[in-house]
């Protein structure tokens, strides 16, 4: 566990069920991620990790089980009062506008907040010449910066990312998944990570789990879980109950 996770929870899940139109997805997933932290939440295509993100955000209701966001439980808060608490989630496609320019994201004025530009262009320097540009002209790295910065300069608690990797070259992750790495340990935000890619979600993440058919199948931390890939793969393929590889010291 870092240093950074043992200052306190930002997200804690209690025995989480989720899923659509009544039917179970998830099914008692319980995982923390603590300040400063970067958790990666892995598995296979289909285990759950979307609906995991789309329930902490607030648009899929659980069926069972609690989010918690430092401490409070968020049953009936809407997704954004959740966003105004301090919860900021990039999607699996990035959410961004093909029409506008990268400078005009920085100026939406989503839920009325305020949009801190500079911290962006900080964290993603490469940004910052492209402000005129429409964004359907950008790359998809860029763009990818841009989902990402723009959820920065919304100064999150919580960042929930949904596949950074999606259609991006390898090389391209590498360098963008540092930069969130830092973004946590500067300003003590938890950053929950959904990864296809495991190696690369593990060399950022401080900590990882498993998702395997809706359930926590493996979860340690990213060291113990780099040094066991047999572990992870099994659970990935759910061929296994895979036990904790090593679970954090209760805090
Ligand atoms: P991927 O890596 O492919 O994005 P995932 O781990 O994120 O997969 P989810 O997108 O959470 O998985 O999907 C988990 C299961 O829920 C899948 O069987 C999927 O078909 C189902 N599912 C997802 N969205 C809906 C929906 N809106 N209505 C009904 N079922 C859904």
Do not use: W
């Not at 359907?136 to 990818?144: I, K, V």
């Not at 999150?156 to 991006?168: A, F, H, T, Y």
Request: glycine share 12%.
């Amino acid at each position: 566990m870092s240093d950074t996770a043992a200052k306190g929870g930002v997200l804690e899940l209690d025995g989480l069920t989720s899923g659509y139109n009544g039917s179970a997805v998830l099914r008692d997933v319980s995982l923390t991620v603590g300040e400063g932290e970067v958790v990666a939440l892995l598995g296979a295509n289909g285990a759950g990790k979307t609906t995991t993100l789309l329930t902490i955000a607030g648009v899929v209701r659980p069926m069972g089980g609690r989010v918690l966001y430092a401490g409070d439980d968020l049953a009936g808060t809407s997704p954004d009062a959740r966003a105004r608490k301090g919860l900021a989630h990039v999607p699996e496609g990035r959410g961004v506008f093909f029409s506008l320019t990268v400078a005009e994201h920085f100026r939406l004025k989503a839920r009325g907040e305020r949009l801190d530009a500079a911290a962006a262009y900080r964290y993603f320097p490469a940004l910052e010449p492209l402000t005129s540009r429409r964004v359907g002209l950008l790359s998809g790295g860029e763009q990818q910066m841009l989902a990402v910065g723009r959820a920065l300069a919304r100064q999150p608690k919580l960042l929930l990312i949904d596949e950074l990797s999606l259609g991006l070259a390898p090389i391209i992750v590498e360098r963008l998944l540092p930069v969130v790495r830092a973004y946590a340990h500067d300003s003590g935000c938890g950053v929950l990570l959904v990864e296809q890619h495991v190696d690369l979600a593990l060399t950022v993440a401080d900590r990882g789990y498993v998702l395997s058919h809706g359930e926590i199948a493996a979860s340690g931390d990213s060291q113990a879980l780099r040094a066991n890939p047999e572990l992870v793969e099994s659970s990935y393929l759910g061929k296994q109950s895979a036990p904790a590889a090593q679970e954090p010291a209760p805090e």
